[in-house]
């Protein structure tokens, strides 16, 4: 047994970092994506890493596993007191996975779809130590258990495609903690999650660190873009900005009074409540009555191969949103909202009871009628870079909608009209002749908001609009819709699981829940008191509520 390490003059030596990086460089080529980064994790410790998207925390994560292919990584980086950078690639194969795990993003992308989740976990228990399959197999229900999956010794066959987010999450937890390793890294764990399942999530990461820090001292770094989580979690924040760490301290402390403007940006980009009251005698733009929307499918065992089901997606939802308004719908992957938007924007086939666009049914609206009516109304949706062609220049992709709708148009006037469009919404008149890829996330959904507002609608469907967008990029998005609708007294239609978001931006708010619009009414006094179990659960699970 060794001796505890001591100083000179025999007092007992400060305990050294679990985890040191000492002036860590990583460049891509030309490109610096960390600069200079300095930074220990203690055992035990939860240390969270905070910024936006291109800030370098996720590289940085990646380079102490050293998983960077044609970076150049300089300075030192040290585990347990051992400089990984020294070590040869077969001693960090032996390393990652058990003494450090990892937990990505997106497990659906992590988890090889062709093996069973419990194969996966009793393969990295059998690599790292060395005991039997059967053995392995045993362990991996346990983990499964202990991450709280229902019936693990059932779901331990699962493959990744039969199981939920949620589950999948979980089963990547088991994976990285498989081998009770010393320091977990966790990029992003919560971020593809429902606000339920990700508070959840939260939860049991926070019980087991507890635990295995008791155990063995396990330390946390967390990798994440969200301030409330954060909070939540962690004991220590450090905060980065385009590769460089510009503040670190306790949590508390930081988001008390933080010192570096970038830290204080992010904190005060938090949505605010901006919405301008609506006139009872405003006009309805757009109503739904009794609406409910069915799904062909196959019926389980071998008569379904020639026998069609019915899966009702949403059932008798009555909505209305006036001139000037907006209308928040909320709820989890499944609840049916974005459904519900497609069949009030009339793309649904399978539509059961009645919708209207200022008093007449959808359905009533034939030929140039038709036309005028697709104009007057349309949709923004999640992530711009998939719904923006790739192939096309942003004048084309802005001005398509005009080429369709008036086909009169000189290609003169066209043009004015994109540029005044695109000065909307912050962009001038240079980004014409660009692509889609040279823009970030933010511009590229001022684009695709551009491209709706160029036909002049009466009514935006924005389908969770900012939910793929960094946060202070999130809040500028939001204030640019705000001002928009006050300015052109728009109706919105605003579908998102983030009750924060909806907070800021709606008059009114319908809970979906399984196809059913379980609560609706005014925003303040739902959020304030609301009367279903579902809603009051939403509002739980919203760790800033």
């Not at 007191?81 to 990892?102: T, V």
Request: hydrophobic residues 40%; contains cysteine; glycine residues 8%.
């Amino acid at each position: 047994m060794s001796a505890t390490p001591t100083t000179p003059n025999g007092a007992q030596a400060p305990t050294p970092p679990l985890l040191e990086l000492e002036h860590l460089h990583v460049t891509f080529g030309d490109t610096v994506a960390v600069n200079d980064v300095t930074l220990a994790i203690a055992r035990g410790e939860r240390v969270a890493l905070v910024g936006e998207s291109g800030s370098g925390k996720s590289v940085t994560a990646l380079s102490i596993l050293r998983l960077l292919n044609d970076a150049q990584v300089s300075g030192a980086i040290r585990f347990d007191g051992e400089d990984l950078l020294a070590r040869s690639e077969r001693e960090m194969r032996g390393l990652r996975g058990s003494d450090i795990a990892m937990i990505f993003q997106e497990p659906m992308t992590a988890l090889n779809p062709l093996y069973t989740v419990g194969d996966q976990i009793a393969e990295t228990i059998v690599v790292h130590d060395g005991v039997t399959a059967n053995e392995a197999r045993k362990r991996a229900v346990a983990l499964l258990g202990r991450t709280g999956i229902a019936e693990p010794g059932k779901r331990v066959n699962s493959y990744p495609h039969q199981l939920s987010g949620g589950q999948r999450q979980r089963a990547m937890i088991a994976m990285a903690l498989a081998c009770r390793p010393r320091l977990l890294l966790a990029d992003e764990p919560t971020t593809a999650l429902d606000v339920t399942i990700r508070a959840q999530i939260v939860e049991l990461l926070l019980e087991l660190q507890r635990d295995e820090a008791e155990k063995r001292g396990m330390a946390v770094l967390l990798i994440t873009h969200d301030l409330n989580l954060v909070r939540h979690f962690a004991q220590r924040i450090a905060v980065m900005e385009k590769g460089v760490l510009v503040e670190s301290g306790p949590v508390d402390q930081v988001f008390a009074s933080p010192q570096h403007p970038y830290t204080q940006r992010l904190l005060a980009s938090r949505p605010e409540r901006t919405v301008v009251p609506v006139l009872p005698i405003s006009p309805v733009l757009l109503e739904a009555r009794d609406v409910s929307v069915d799904f062909k499918t196959k019926l389980p065992g071998f008569g379904g191969w020639f026998r069609a089901g019915r899966f009702r997606a949403v059932a008798q939802a009555t909505v209305s949103v006036r001139q000037g308004e907006t209308l928040g719908i909320v709820g989890e992957s499944g609840s049916g909202k974005s459904t519900l938007a497609m069949a009030l924007l009339g793309l649904q086939r399978t539509v059961h009871g009645e919708i209207e666009f200022q008093g007449r049914a959808l359905g009533s609206y034939r030929g140039a009628e038709q036309t005028t009516l697709r104009s007057n109304m349309q949709v923004v949706f999640q992530d711009p870079f998939s719904s923006l062609s790739p192939r096309q220049t942003i004048e084309r992709i802005v001005g398509e909608g005009l080429a369709l709708h008036r086909p009169t148009m000189t290609p003169e006037a066209r043009r004015d009209k994109v540029v005044a469009v695109l000065r909307e919404v912050g962009l001038d008149r240079t980004v014409l002749y660009r692509y889609p890829h040279e823009f970030s996330g933010g511009q590229r959904q001022r684009i695709a908001i551009a491209r709706a507002l160029v036909l002049e609608p009466r009514i935006l469907i924005l389908d969770e609009p900012t939910s793929a967008l960094d946060v202070s990029i999130q809040q500028q998005v939001l204030k640019l819709l705000a001002g928009l609708q006050q300015k052109y007294n728009l109706g919105f239609v605003f579908i998102s699981h983030d009750l924060a978001v909806i907070g800021a931006m709606a008059h009114r708010v319908a809970v979906m829940q399984n196809g059913s619009i379980v609560e609706s009414g005014d925003v303040e006094q739902i959020f304030a008191t609301p009367s279903h179990p579902y809603t009051r659960k939403l509002l739980k699970a919203a760790l800033d509520h």
